[in-house]
């Protein structure tokens, strides 16, 4: 077999040579690319991870903060509930009128030490009501439904203006008595808040 002319081995040497050395650079690049990928998703992975703890992080103060928030929340709730029981006692008291009023106002009256003799002061919009509901005469001097209640009451009703918007003021000589319904029930409420609240919520 013929000898190729030397300036062709050559040639076909250095081919072989360059696809060569393209193949290994093909590789090396492969190989670098696989290595900075790995890097990569190691680093990413990494980054992940910490974002993920962050995030867990947060989430973790974010739900503690909102339970506490609906603690706080529930709570109101609750306080509020109870008040608006006794808001209702005051709207209650407020319509109070006719057989019901006298006989509240009678009770209030019984507890304390009056004479009898006294004077009812009520707010100008309370008048015809109060009026009503203790005289079958419609007379402020002559409180019969009241003063029936017992013997040497002679209480009358006054037309006189009072600061009182709801209940009575009870004027004597020596000393007022103020039956305002707000802070009857305010008083009635410092002492019963607990007990209502703890019947309230007592099933939760």
Known sequence: MMKKPIFERILLEAQNEAQTLLAETKDEAKRQLNEGKSKIMSRNTEELDAAIARHKGRVKYFAERQEKGLDTYREQVRQELVASVFDEVLIKLQKLEGRDLCAF????????DVKGNEVIHVSK?????????????????????????????????????????????????????????????????RTNEQRIYNELFKDE
């Open 105 to 112: 106002i009678t009770h209030l009256v019984a507890k304390e």
């Open 125 to 189: 919009q309370n008048y015809a009501k109060y009026l009503a509901a203790l005289s079958t005469r419609k007379n402020p001097d002559e409180l019969d439904l009241l003063n029936k209640a017992k013997p040497g009451y002679a209480f009358t009703l006054s037309k006189e203006k009072t600061h009182i918007e709801e209940g009575f003021l009870l004027s004597g000589k020596a000393f007022d008595l103020i039956f305002d319904f707000k802070e009857i029930v305010r008083g009635y409420q």
